[in-house]
């Protein structure tokens, strides 16, 4: 069993920055891909950033050019660098990571951590 964990959230002003953490621990022969979602009160689900194993990045236009994904060397962390923060990004914020554990692939979501961002 994989899980996923996320951390760094918290209230921050308007044009602030945070840096929130995933990890992935278990069974892990390969992570293929990681991506960082958000869902912001009384609206869908929606992606935010992706990165895949060999390091190609994609963002969501409403974050292009503030947010920054990456991962360790390891490849079993990945980080969401967010930078001037709007009230508009206030959501809960969710890690899926996808790859293979033994013989089997696996699609695994984190709890999530809130970001509010104060105007």
């Known amino acids: 069993q994989v899980h996923v964990v996320e951390s760094g959230g918290g209230l921050v002003q308007a044009g602030g920055s945070l840096r929130l953490s995933c990890v992935a621990t278990?069974?892990?022969?390969?992570?293929?891909?990681m991506a960082w979602y958000r869902q912001p009160p009384g609206k869908q689900r929606e992606l935010v950033a992706s990165?895949?194993?060999?390091?190609?990045?994609h963002y969501a236009d409403s974050v292009k050019g503030r947010f920054t994904i990456s991962r360790d060397s390891a490849n079993t962390t990945v980080y969401l660098q967010m930078n001037n923060l709007r009230p508009e990004d206030t959501a809960h914020y969710y890690c899926?990571?996808?790859?293979?554990?033994?013989?089997?692939?696996?699609?695994?979501w984190g709890q999530g951590t809130q970001v509010t961002v104060s105007s």
């Open positions: 278990g069974s892990i022969v390969a992570l293929s891909v």
């Open positions: 899926n990571a996808e790859g293979v554990t033994n013989g089997e692939g696996f699609s695994s």
């Open positions: 990165i895949i194993r060999r390091g190609t990045a």
